[in-house]
């Protein structure tokens, strides 16, 4: 079967989220699944196959790390729908049966794709003893992201704090269910993104994400109510660094961006 490594949410290799997507005839057992993903060993593997016409979906997706399935994958979910289009699998707009329910991707004529994803529930929330010890910073407000994220969104001060953290990421693992979103409001918007996040995922075996789709689902709402647009894009400053354009409409958010096939090959296990 083929495999392939895409990297999302940016416009040239090597930069962006690399993700492996695997399109199957059906989902082999979980063991096999959890198995690739941990070969591959990129923030997420997602493994995709076909759906009876007529149904509410095209495809179902499935998404892993190196160590955990996980409920939501942004990156690798644009990953998948790059390939299907780039290959002429599957043509127009598909729908992604998930665990998070059916998720759409569109494709644009200018070579992005948008996501239709749940808008995270923001729920205030107390700073956690030792998180500024663990993190590198003090954060001044905390909120949880609700279960298919299932983070902890952390405001701090500026950009520069945002690109300076070196946290503990054992101790992070401490603090939520899947890991700690840290953002702030950009420096310079005319540098062409309004706010800046980093996000961290000790509990999932990724000490640092490079470009997280759903955590925009988080971060959209946040900036939009701050910043009173709904329409933003907000940097993810990690190493490979990457942006996402985010339209807040509501109980959904859109993500949009674009894809790159950097590696293709055959699996032979």
Same mark, same amino acid.
């Given at each position: ?24 005839? $059906? ?14 060993? *990129? ?5 995709? *196959?076909?759906? =009876?016409?007529?149904?509410? $979906? ?17 990156? &690798?979910?644009?990953? %998948? ?25 569109? =494709? *644009? ?13 923001? +729920?205030?929330?107390? @700073? =956690? ?7 590198? &910073? ?35 693992? $401490?603090?939520? &269910? #899947?890991?700690?979103?840290? %953002? ?12 800046? /996040?980093?996000?961290?995922? =000790?509990?999932?075996? @990724?000490?640092?994400?490079? !470009? %997280?789709?759903?955590? *925009? +689902? ?11 647009? /709904? ?8 190493? #490979?660094?990457?942006?996402? #354009? ?15 096939? !950097? @590696? ?6």
């Amino acid at each position: 079967m083929r495999i392939r490594i895409v990297d999302a949410f940016t416009d040239r290799p090597f930069a962006g989220n690399p993700a492996g997507v695997l399109l199957l005839d $059906a989902f082999p057992d979980d063991d096999w699944l959890q198995n690739v993903a941990m070969e591959v060993n *990129h923030a997420e593997t997602a493994f995709a *196959h076909p759906l =009876p016409e007529s149904g509410e $979906a095209d495809w179902a997706l499935r998404w892993f790390t190196p160590a955990a399935e996980v409920a939501m994958c942004g990156h &690798a979910t644009l990953a %998948t729908a790059h390939v299907l289009h780039s290959t002429g699998t599957h043509e127009g707009r598909v729908r992604f049966a998930t665990r998070s329910g059916v998720l759409v991707a569109e =494709p *644009h004529e200018d070579g992005s794709i948008t996501l239709d994803f749940p808008t995270a529930p923001l +729920t205030p929330a107390d @700073i =956690p003893e030792g998180i500024a010890d663990a993190l590198g &910073a003090e954060p001044g407000a905390a909120f949880d992201t609700g279960p298919n994220v299932g983070d902890l969104l952390l405001e701090l001060a500026d950009e520069k704090t945002v690109r300076a953290l070196r946290p503990d990421h054992k101790a992070l693992g $401490a603090h939520s &269910a #899947r890991g700690i979103i840290a %953002t702030a409001r950009a420096e310079d918007p005319s540098r062409g993104y309004d706010y800046v /996040s980093r996000c961290f995922f =000790p509990n999932v075996g @990724i000490d640092e994400d490079p !470009v %997280t789709g759903s955590a *925009h +689902t988080a971060l959209a709402p946040y900036w939009s109510e701050r910043l009173g647009r /709904s329409d933003l894009t907000g940097l993810q400053a990690s190493p #490979r660094s990457g942006r996402v #354009r985010t339209e807040l409409r509501g109980d959904r958010t859109l993500l949009s961006g674009r894809a790159v096939t !950097v @590696i293709e090959g055959e699996l032979l296990a």
